[in-house]
């Protein structure tokens, strides 16, 4: 293949990976998800972080790929759990990875899900992008009744419509989503209700249960022009079971969101970090935290336990597919903390805690 058209191919995986680039962003002047007031973090047509690096653009994507030195993944990485089979309700707290970023969190006797992905490719389209190369840690069959589903942002490896729809079809969840969302999942099925929120703002899903959205160092998109668009978010839940912070993607930065969590809500008793998708860091570091940047952001937050996603299923960058998780145990080493505080889960692995 001659070297234009492969910069093209891999280009365009690179724009379906990460949801656009942004490089086409200036020529909408009207934002199609939300037209809300403007706030310290929307200027009235894109949100932006306190300190929101700079966009990537067309050249910085070229620039990548050229360079481009990455391991190469094997078509299947296969978990060594079985897939979970999930009882109906627990009253304590019950953590599974279905994969990648998508978990089963059942708490104070509900059951959520976060980012469900049930897909064969985290992509806007069947026939590229990347790949899954181990099938989920629940089959949806046996999913579990679903009280509600929490979205922290609208890149294909987070949201996915159709599943999202589907499960509204199956289980009638609450949809819980930051601002703009609303209107990309509602594409999918135009009855589904979706309780849009942002940073700041909680809600209560009874039984003394709540969750809160919160910060993030990241970006939002769909497609070529609509960067930043719609919020991103982490979450965090608060039950009789104690504080659970879960991110589903953000750079380290200063360290700021993660003193903030702490000094608001107290160490959690769980905290659910990105440890994967980092490579190369001059592309990477302002959007997804590497191993040392998740084991900064324990030692800030002080959680009981740490339980790490957002690698081994997708391959979204250049690190290899066991990478994040050797990479883990060497920076908990390097900082003095026991590797079982920080957990590299794999699909169908499951962490759980008494009441």
């Known amino acids: 293949m001659k070297r234009r058209s492969l910069l093209t191919v891999a280009s365009a995986a690179t724009v379906m990976t990460l949801g656009g680039v942004g490089y086409a962003a200036h020529r909408r002047s009207r934002n199609p998800y939300y037209q809300g007031p403007k706030s310290d973090h929307f200027d009235g047509l894109r949100f932006h972080s306190p300190d929101q690096a700079a966009d990537k653009d067309l050249a910085d994507v ?11 993944w094997p078509a299947q990485f296969p978990s060594p759990f079985q897939p979970d089979k999930p009882p109906e309700r627990v009253s304590g707290l019950r953590v599974v990875l279905i994969g990648h970023a998508s978990y089963l969190v059942q708490v104070a006797g509900r059951n ?37 589903v929490l979205i922290t942002h609208n890149h294909y490896d987070h949201l996915e419509g159709p599943t999202v729809a589907r499960l509204w079809q199956d289980h009638q969840p609450a949809i819980i989503a930051p601002l703009g969302n609303d209107a990309i999942l509602k594409s999918y099925d ?59 993607d953000t750079g380290l930065g200063d360290g700021a969101i993660f003193r903030e969590i702490r000094a608001r809500f107290g160490a959690p008793r769980l905290a659910t970090l990105p440890i994967g998708a980092y490579e190369p860091r001059w592309f990477m570091k302002p959007q997804h935290m590497n191993p040392e940047d998740a084991v900064e952001a324990f030692k800030l937050l002080g959680p009981g336990q740490a339980l790490g996603h957002h690698w081994g299923t997708f391959r979204l960058t250049d690190e290899g597919v066991e990478r994040p998780a050797q990479a883990l145990e060497m920076a908990l080493d390097a ?5 079982d505080r920080f957990l590299a889960l794999r699909p169908g692995q499951v962490w759980s805690a008494e009441g």
């Not at 790929?65 to 190469?72: D, H």
């Not at 989920?136 to 509600?148: C, F, K, Q, R, V």
Request: net charge positive; aromatic share 8%.
């Open 62 to 72: 070229i620039r990548w790929q050229l360079s481009r030195k990455g391991e190469a």
């Open 190 to 248: 135009d009855g589904m209700p979706v309780e849009p929120r942002d940073w700041g703002e909680s809600i209560d899903l009874g039984q003394g249960l709540a969750v809160h959205l919160t910060p993030a160092n990241h970006w939002s998109a769909r497609g070529l022009n609509d960067r930043r668009m719609a919020l991103w978010c982490a979450f965090v839940l608060t039950s009789p079971t104690g504080v659970h912070y879960h991110v589903g």
């Open 112 to 148: 959520i899900l976060i980012d469900p992905v049930f897909a064969k490719r985290a992509s806007p389209t069947r026939f590229a992008g990347p790949k899954r190369v181990n099938p989920p840690g629940i089959a949806y069959a046996d999913l579990p009744p679903i009280d509600a």
């Open 335 to 339: 900082a003095g903390l026991t590797r």
